[in-house]
């Protein structure tokens, strides 16, 4: 309670403090993004040796394999990275972005993942101030930025994380956190049922998939959060936002328009939008309407 008080008290030391646990955070967020998709692909590749064979055959992944072993190594060398160069940002920008040991490039997401967390979290923390409703955001945040690396690589939405973020949206609106738990409910079935039914008609004119399920479950947990009134401006948003980006990908960089893009970064995107911002977006709109 004293604690709470103190950083009741000092706002700016409370924003320092949630800025440097979500660059941990973010740090985490980067093992998970790799790591994640391996551990479904093992599984599922375990599953399918175990109903097509008699003598299933395991993958060549180390044993045991989760989000905690084996250590982080350099794909380059095997050099296992040490505490010194896993300080987030500041280790990437002391090593010049490459291995101590072979000097092989490191991918700049994992600064701009560690950073981009930090900064969002920043923006929550300030935003709802020290308060449920910021644990509860920065729980949002950090799994749509997971979801959303995910999804850029893998054009995948891991059940393994849209389930267990609907789930938890519909419980902290239990005691309406954001919404209220009816509200919830209903933007948890709307946001379902509006991209399914956006996915079947696509495919009965199209004769093929728009999106994928993953898609469904997002909106259905991003309703959960934030009831549907904010399902209008989520989907608005990230179709704009999916529409640019594609047009440029088409126009700028030549990408065939038949190949797909992942739509998740823009639920995510819209989703911290509604947010942050939602209720101040959507009353200024009817106020725009009305006049």
């Known amino acids: 309670m004293q604690l709470m008080n103190f950083l009741h008290a000092n706002p700016l030391l409370f924003l320092s403090f949630i800025t440097l646990i979500s660059l941990l955070i973010g740090s985490f967020l980067n093992v998970v993004i790799i790591r994640l998709p391996q551990m479904l692909a093992r599984a599922w590749y375990k599953m399918s040796q175990e109903y097509l064979t008699e003598n299933p055959q395991t993958p060549t992944l180390p044993e045991p394999y989760n989000l905690a072993v084996p250590r982080s190594r350099c794909p380059q060398c095997n050099h296992a990275i040490t505490p010194w160069e896993n300080i987030p940002v500041m280790s990437y920008l002391f090593l010049g972005g490459r291995c101590s040991q072979c000097r092989h490039k490191i991918s700049i997401r994992y600064p701009v993942v560690e950073a981009s967390t930090a900064l969002l979290s920043f923006l929550v923390a300030w935003r709802f101030g020290l308060s449920w409703q910021t644990l509860a955001a920065l729980t949002l945040i950090w799994s749509l930025i997971t979801l959303t690396v995910i999804d850029l690589d893998h054009q995948l939405l891991p059940d393994d994380l849209t389930l267990p973020l609907l789930w938890l949206g519909l419980t902290i609106n239990l005691n309406h956190l954001f919404v209220s738990p009816t509200d919830a409910l209903i933007g948890a079935i709307a946001g379902y049922l509006t991209l399914w039914s956006v996915y079947w ?21 991003l309703g959960a959060w934030l009831g549907w009134q904010s399902l209008p401006l989520i989907i608005l948003a990230s179709s704009l936002i999916g529409a640019v980006i594609g047009l440029s990908l088409i126009l700028f960089k030549h990408r065939d328009p038949n190949h797909g893009i992942p739509f998740g970064p823009y639920l995510a995107g819209a989703g911290f939008i509604a947010l942050m911002w939602g209720k101040e977006i959507t009353q200024w709109y009817l106020g725009s309407t009305l006049s």
Do not use: C, I, V
């Open 201 to 221: 008609l696509f495919k009965l004119l199209r004769n093929k998939e728009g999106m994928g399920y993953g898609d469904f479950k997002l909106l259905a947990a």
